[in-house]
């Protein structure tokens, strides 16, 4: 399956800052998707972004597929943002591969 | 309310017996999936079915069940056979299989 790594592992910030989470995938794929794990466990959808640019408020996210790699970008960070970050691929296999996640802990 | 429904949200299992897990989604999605996430680690999938009466096993479907009678339903059945089912279930559906996947709340499974 296809290898997807995720840095950094753990990010502390204080609120206020921003922060680059990056995801080096190991083959071409057709989808990717960036997710938030809240403290419950749920996970809640970020953006589906196989290629190009997203935007959502304080968020953005960037795919360059040609060179495996997507960014996430948060800027402005609350406390609310904390939890942990999953980047997963798919290749068309019907399988998303999920790295280890990003755990960001945002403090007041 | 459109999502995907997992039932129950905590699940205590004896040794040696079965549990199913309960995946309901009324997003009319045909291919639906189920997860396990270990502590700290992401998700490793266990099943996947793309339509109706059809699934494939996943990376780890070894000690694990799914059926899949009607488009809305995936239950996952926990088998005794499965070694080390302390986990946390997270299932998940997307209209097709290769667009964008949606979660629902998960299931705590803990064997006692």
Same mark, same amino acid.
Not at chain 1, 23 to 38: A, G, P, T, Y
Not at chain 1, 45 to 50: D, G, R
Not at chain 2, 9 to 30: A, I, M, P, W
Not at chain 2, 84 to 96: E, I, V, W
């Given at each position: 399956?296809?290898?997807?790594?995720?840095s950094?592992?753990?990010?502390?910030?204080?609120?206020?800052a921003?922060s680059? !989470?990056?995801?080096?995938? &190991?083959?071409?794929?057709?989808?990717?998707?960036? =997710?938030?794990?809240?403290?419950? *466990?749920?996970?809640i959808?970020?953006?589906?972004?196989?290629s190009?640019?997203?935007?959502?408020?304080?968020?953005?996210?960037?795919?360059?597929a040609?060179?495996?790699?997507?960014? !996430?970008?948060?800027?402005? &960070?609350?406390?609310?943002?904390?939890?942990?970050? =999953?980047?997963?691929?798919?290749? *068309?296999?019907?399988?998303?591969?999920?790295?280890?996640?990003?755990?960001?802990t945002?403090?007041? | 309310?459109?999502?995907?429904?997992?039932?129950?949200?905590?699940?205590?299992?004896?040794?040696?017996?079965?549990?199913?897990?309960?995946?309901?989604?009324?997003?009319?999605?045909?291919?639906?999936?189920?997860?396990?996430?270990?502590?700290?680690?992401?998700?490793?999938?266990?099943?996947?079915?793309?339509?109706?009466?059809?699934?494939?096993?996943?990376?780890?479907?070894?000690?694990?069940?799914?059926?899949?009678?009607?488009?809305?339903?995936?239950?996952?059945?926990?088998?005794?056979?499965?070694k080390?089912?302390?986990?946390?279930?997270?299932?998940?559906?997307?209209?097709?299989g290769?667009?964008?996947?949606?979660?629902?709340?998960?299931?705590?499974?803990t064997?006692?």
């Open positions: 399956g296809i290898q997807v790594e995720q950094p592992p753990d990010l502390i910030l204080q609120e206020g921003n680059t !989470l990056r995801c080096n995938f &190991s083959d071409s794929v057709n989808n990717l998707q960036w =997710f938030h794990q809240n403290p419950w *466990g749920q996970l959808n970020l953006f589906y972004i196989p190009g640019t997203k935007q959502n408020g304080r968020l953005s996210a960037t795919t360059v040609t060179e495996r790699y997507s960014l !996430l970008y948060i800027s402005s &960070s609350q406390t609310t943002d904390s939890g942990v970050y =999953f980047c997963a691929v798919d290749s *068309g296999a019907n399988n998303l591969f999920f790295g280890t996640g990003t755990r960001l945002v403090i007041p | 309310d459109g999502g995907i429904t997992q039932s129950p949200k905590y699940l205590f299992r004896k040794e040696g017996q079965n549990v199913t897990l309960s995946c309901e989604q009324n997003l009319n999605h045909d291919a639906m999936y189920w997860y396990r996430q270990d502590p700290g680690q992401g998700l490793r999938l266990i099943y996947y079915s793309q339509i109706v009466n059809d699934f494939q096993k996943g990376d780890i479907a070894e000690g694990y069940s799914v059926s899949r009678e009607k488009k809305e339903s995936f239950p996952l059945t926990v088998t005794s056979a499965q080390n089912p302390t986990a946390f279930y997270l299932c998940a559906s997307s209209r097709d290769n667009t964008e996947a949606f979660f629902g709340q998960g299931t705590r499974l064997v006692v």
